[in-house]
């Protein structure tokens, strides 16, 4: 018998999820190009030579780079104003951390996932969960703090080819080096959040629903639950 569908992203989300990711990726691919010190250089002074080479100098690879970057602040802050309740609702489930609870079920689901339940016995039940797992949380969290850091650093850097004068030099390596450490912090993220989400079997039902809109009631009872006992008599509704 199929089971009921319980909706979990409107499509609205679902666009804005993969505009995120085609970015994240080309700004990366463009990025990494734009390395000019090979001591630093995290894929050796190969690739950037090769990727100028491609755009036709290394003055055009840093406009495709800026203005990827301003592509994506901008189709994220569109996204805001149109997708207001959308936005808050966002940003009020992965910020709303229950310590208890949440930070237990952290802990449970490291040692599971690498030890096995038999070093934690009797304890190895995790702790219901809401709309958001406390993984979940934390690398959005990760992605959006970190997101903001990239863009205002990103636009200094910029300004700083243009307008910003010597007096600023403190403020442009400041920002040189949280942009890297920004990148750095929510790649590592973006890593986990790949093979958990597109990767890891029990979690198939989830990165369906980032292409239909929605999940199994099965899946949202046992992944989701505090989320699941909140809609469980309107499906088509996230919230
Ligand atoms: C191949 C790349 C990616 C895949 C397969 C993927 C997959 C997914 C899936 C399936 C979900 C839904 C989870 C759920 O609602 O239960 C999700 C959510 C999310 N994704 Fe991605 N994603 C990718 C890239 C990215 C990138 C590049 C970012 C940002 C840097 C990102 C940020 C997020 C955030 C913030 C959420 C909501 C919180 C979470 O579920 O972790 N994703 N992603």
């Known amino acids: 018998m199929s089971q009921r569908q319980y909706k979990r992203h409107d499509r609205s989300d679902i666009f804005i999820h993969w505009f995120n990711a085609v970015c994240w990726f080309l700004l990366l691919v463009t990025g990494l190009g734009l390395f ?12 950037p030579a090769f990727m100028r080479s491609l755009v036709g100098g290394g003055g055009n690879l840093l406009i495709i780079h800026v203005t990827l970057g301003l592509i994506w602040a901008g189709g994220l802050l569109l996204y805001m104003l149109i997708n207001f309740k ?11 951390v229950d310590p208890a609870r949440d930070i237990t079920w952290m802990i449970r689901k ?21 709309y958001y797992n406390m993984g979940q949380k934390a690398f959005a969290q990760a992605s959006v703090v970190g997101g903001v ?9 910029f300004l700083s080819d243009q307008t910003l004068g010597a007096e600023h030099m403190a403020l442009v390596s400041w920002s040189i080096t949280l942009h890297y450490l920004a990148v750095g912090l929510v790649f590592a993220g973006l890593l986990v959040h790949i ?9 198939k039902p989830g990165f369906r629903s980032m292409f239909t809109g929605h999940v199994p009631e099965d899946y949202a009872k046992h992944h989701h639950k505090l989320w699941y006992e909140r809609v469980k008599d309107n499906p088509s509704s996230e919230v």
């Open 110 to 130: 490291m040692i599971l996932m690498t030890a096995g339940p038999k070093l934690l016995g009797k304890n190895s039940e995790l702790p219901d969960q809401g």
């Open 36 to 47: 000019g010190n090979p001591e630093i250089d995290p894929l050796g002074s190969g690739y």
């Open 195 to 203: 093979y958990m989400a597109a990767i890891s079997p029990e979690e």
């Open 149 to 157: 850091v990239i863009v205002v650093t990103g636009i200094i850097m």
């Open 86 to 96: 959308g936005a808050v609702f966002f940003l009020k489930e992965i910020f709303m």
